[in-house]
T-cell receptor
Framework: GENVEQHPSTLSVQEGDSAVIKCTYS??????FPWYKQELGKRPQLIID?????GEKKDQRIAVTLNKTAKHFSLHITETQPEDSAVYFC??????????FGTGTRLLVSP | GAGVSQSPSNKVTEKGKDVELRCDPI?????LYWYRQSLGQGLEFLIY????????KSGLPSDRFSAERTGGSVSTLTIQRTQQEDSAVYLC????????????FGQGTRLTVV
């Protein structure tokens, strides 16, 4: 089955810096790659997703890139703000099969 | 429309007692997941239901844990003979087989075993 690895487990940046979180997946059939943000005490919520027919997707300060050949995808956050502090989870699935999550990255943005 | 609803929000139980946690998925969502999240930790997969297919139970940590989904909608996670290490937030999520494959999470049930 699918296995998703996520790095780093923790990431500390200064406000205004960029943050990058990386994930690798094992199942070449996977074609859907969402990213979830979980703020303290709250439920995970989708912030951006990408499908395997595109290599990059942007939404304001966040972007996701996908390298199908290498089977890895990354979340990029530019101009980080304290409210970006949260735990971020990547995930992968093949079509509408089971969504498999990474282990999470705790991002801390210091003012 | 309503999102994923879980009940109760909080549950305190004595060690050795059985508990039932309920999840009401978004109407029409065929996929339903249960996860466990200990304080400061990641999402531990427990079980996955997809339509009428046999559930993927590969994440259940012991035979004290079981789950069912009646009528393809509401799901109940049952923990028998609870132990202190079962204390965690239990999250339910659902997704559709049409359109986006996005998983929507409930607010979770915080279980405390004393």
């Amino acid at each position: 089955g699918e296995n998703v690895e996520q790095h780093p487990s923790t990431l500390s940046v200064q406000e205004g810096d960029s943050a990058v979180i990386k994930c690798t997946y094992s199942d070449s059939a996977s074609n859907y790659f969402p990213w979830y943000k979980q703020e303290l005490g709250k439920r995970p919520q989708l912030i951006i997703d990408i499908r395997s027919n595109v290599g990059e997707k942007k939404d304001q300060r966040i972007a996701v890139t996908l390298n199908k050949t290498a089977k890895h995808f990354s979340l990029h956050i530019t101009e980080t703000q304290p409210e970006d502090s949260a735990v971020y989870f990547c995930a992968a699935s093949a079509g509408f099969q089971k969504l498999v999550f990474g282990t999470g990255t705790r991002l801390l943005v210091s003012p | 429309g309503a999102g994923v609803s879980q009940s109760p929000s909080n549950k305190v139980t004595e060690k050795g007692k059985d508990v039932e946690l309920r999840c009401d998925p978004i109407s029409g969502h065929t996929a339903l997941y249960w996860y466990r999240q200990s304080l400061g930790q990641g999402l531990e997969f427990l079980i996955y239901f997809q339509g009428n297919s046999a559930p993927d139970k590969s994440g259940l940590p012991s035979d004290r844990f079981s789950a069912e989904r009646t009528g393809g909608s509401v799901s109940t996670l049952t923990i028998q003979r609870t132990q202190q290490e079962d204390s965690a937030v239990y999250l339910c999520a659902s997704s559709s087989r049409q359109g986006s494959a996005e998983a929507f999470f409930g607010q979770g049930t915080r279980l405390t075993v004393v």
